[in-house]
């Protein structure tokens, strides 16, 4: 069975699709004033949360089934469809009767295949689009298993929506974007859109045009934006949602990117920029190769004088020195420190290998 873009979803909806509306749904007034900012501004469709999943408790956990009516505000001011978050059967039951029109699992719920499996089981026989975010962690298979759960309860009118993933190392971002699980899962399922969710990605307001941005360059299909009249009083996520002024803005600011397959003279150019990607390649794996052999060279020294594998002061000279040479050169920060940390990892391995060997 095959996934249906969302164009052909029934509902008008075309690409780039831009999804707003705040993070929970407070109040009738709250839903008035944002979907008045919303006027003309090219939203496609509204989205609400009504059943707020909150890390810690005593946080604010939504209005309830109540503000599943006010969602008539939206479809009627601005004449689009209108999505939620549901977790189980009695949310998505209770939207379904509220006549909600897409359905979307959020990061907490594509985790757990058994809260999946209940959500499947109350949208089986119906036709209801229903998007999937990717789960907290990046693991690609919860997401790829949420979409083939959908699928086999016969629901074909399927999205992902890419949020990031929470990660211990510290960042710039709330959740770390890993970019490459979109475009795997778009490759995983070749018609399937999946829109990128840059609020939660970033944390703060400030950079959701940039991440926007950085989104729609890697091909991703639209954009669900959080977005409130008055973001500092939002009862959550405050930090990171925009006014419907700002989200009018940044989506007149937005470069849209074609797909290369659209002209051939471009994707010459790209070959041979891409010919370049791959000599710099060669030269990496060919660096990375030199430096691990070096790693075990010290392995050995280590082993042969009784040292330990790890030593501190060393390691921090290291991350220190390394990450000034790159912000130096343009380089992130963030990604500098997470490669260092891979590279360190499995120089520990290395060496701690090369302690079990025997002298030559
Ligand atoms: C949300 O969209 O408000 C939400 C709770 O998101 P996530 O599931 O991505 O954390
Ligand atoms: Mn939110």
Not at 58 to 83: D, M, Q, R, S
Not at 152 to 174: E, L, Q, W
Request: glycine content about 6%.
């Amino acid at each position: 069975m095959d996934i249906k873009k969302i164009e052909d979803w029934g509902l008008g909806l075309t690409t780039p699709l831009w999804i707003a509306g705040p993070c929970s749904a407070e109040s009738k007034e709250q839903i008035e004033s944002i979907s008045q900012g919303l006027v003309g501004s090219g939203v496609q469709m509204f989205r609400a949360g009504i059943w707020k999943p909150r890390t810690r408790p005593n946080a604010f956990e939504g209005v309830g089934e109540e503000g599943l009516k006010w969602l008539e505000i939206p479809k009627k001011t601005l004449n689009i469809p209108v999505c939620v978050e549901v977790a189980n059967a009695k949310h998505t039951e209770a939207a379904l009767k509220a006549g909600v029109d897409v359905l979307w699992l959020g990061a907490r719920t594509t985790v757990n295949p058994f809260s999946v499996q209940e959500v499947c089981d109350a949208v089986k026989g119906t036709d209801i689009p229903v998007m999937v975010k990717n789960p907290i962690n990046p693991d690609q298979q919860l997401w790829i298993g949420a979409i083939e759960r959908l699928l086999k309860v016969g629901i074909t009118k399927i999205a992902g929506i890419h949020r990031g993933c929470s990660d211990n190392v510290p960042s710039r971002f709330r959740n770390n974007p890993e970019w490459s699980m979109p475009i795997l899962l778009k490759k995983e399922f070749p018609t399937l859109s999946v829109v990128s969710d840059p609020s939660h990605i970033c944390g703060n307001r400030e950079m959701i045009e940039e991440i926007g941005q950085t989104a729609l360059n890697f091909g991703l299909d639209g954009l669900m934006v959080e977005t409130h009249h008055d973001p500092d009083n939002a009862w959550s996520d405050a930090k990171q949602q925009i006014t419907p002024e700002r989200l009018k803005e940044i989506i007149n600011n937005f470069q849209i990117r074609h797909s290369i397959d659209e002209s051939p003279e471009l994707k010459t150019e790209m070959d041979q920029h891409r010919q370049i990607i791959d000599v710099l390649d060669k030269q990496l794996i060919e660096i990375l190769s030199q430096r691990f052999k070096a790693i075990r060279e010290v392995g050995q020294y280590k082993k042969e004088h009784n040292l330990s594998v790890f030593q501190r002061d060393r390691w921090d000279e290291v991350i220190n020195t390394r990450i000034a040479m790159a912000i130096e050169r343009g380089v992130s920060e963030d990604f500098m420190r997470k490669l260092l940390m891979d590279i360190h990892d499995e120089s520990i391995k290395l060496q701690e290998a090369s302690m079990h060997t025997e002298n030559k």
